[in-house]
C-alpha cells in the first residue's frame, strides 16, 4: 500500500487519480493568481529584492545556480503579469460558469419564454449549465495550460534551459486573448 493510499483510506477515488485531481487544483490556483503574483513580483524585483521575487514566481534557488540579475527577474515578473492578464479570461469563464450556469435559476427570475430550454425555470436552468459545462471544462484546461507555461517560461531562474515555442507561445497566447476580449466586448452592445 503506498502513502497515497494509505493518507486516505475511505476516499473512493484511486491514488493515481487524486494525485491528477491534485496536481489539476494546483495548476488552476497557479494560473488565477498569476496577475497579482506577478505585480508583487515585479514591484520586489524593482526594489532589489531579488530572493522575494524568486520566491513569488515559485523559484527555488539552487546551490550551484547562480542568482538572476534583476533585469532578468523584472523580464520574467513582466511576462508573469501578460500571463495573469491572459488568465483573467479563463477565471471570468468560470465565474460565469457558476452565476449564470449553475446558479441560473437564482440570477435570472424569468420570464424563461425567449431563454434555451424555456418555457420553465427547471428547462431553462438545465438548458444553462449544460452549455457552460464544456465552457468550464475548457476554461479549467487554460488555467492548467496557463500554469504549465508559467512554469516552463520561468525555467531560465532555475538553471534549466527553456525551450525556443515557449515565448512565441507567450506572445500569441497575449494576442489571443486580447483579440478574445475585443471580440467579446463587442458582442455586448
Do not use: K
Request: with cysteine; hydrophobic share 55%; glycine share 12%.
Amino acid at each position: 500500500m503506498n502513502v497515497a493510499e494509505n493518507s486516505f483510506p475511505s476516499s473512493p477515488v484511486p491514488a493515481a487519480r487524486e494525485s491528477f485531481l491534485r496536481r489539476l487544483g494546483r495548476g488552476v490556483g497557479h494560473a488565477a493568481v498569476l496577475l497579482p503574483v506577478g505585480l508583487l513580483a515585479l514591484v520586489a524585483a524593482l526594489s532589489g529584492r531579488a530572493a522575494s521575487a524568486l520566491r513569488l514566481l515559485r523559484v527555488r534557488a539552487e546551490p550551484g545556480n547562480p542568482r538572476p540579475g534583476t533585469a532578468r527577474l523584472v523580464a520574467h515578473a513582466a511576462l508573469t503579469v501578460l500571463l495573469g492578464v491572459v488568465a483573467l479570461i479563463p477565471v471570468g469563464m468560470l465565474v460565469l460558469f457558476v452565476a449564470r450556469g449553475v446558479l441560473y435559476g437564482f440570477v435570472d427570475d424569468g420570464p424563461y419564454d425567449t431563454s434555451w430550454g424555456g418555457p420553465s425555470r427547471a428547462g431553462a436552468w438545465l438548458a444553462h449549465f449544460a452549455v457552460s459545462c464544456p465552457v468550464a471544462v475548457a476554461a479549467t484546461a487554460l488555467l492548467y495550460g496557463l500554469a504549465g507555461l508559467h512554469r516552463r517560461l520561468t525555467a531560465p531562474l532555475r538553471g534549466e534551459r527553456r525551450g525556443g515555442w515557449v515565448l512565441p507561445t507567450v506572445w500569441l497566447g497575449c494576442l489571443a486573448g486580447a483579440l478574445f476580449l475585443v471580440a467579446f466586448v463587442r458582442q455586448l452592445n
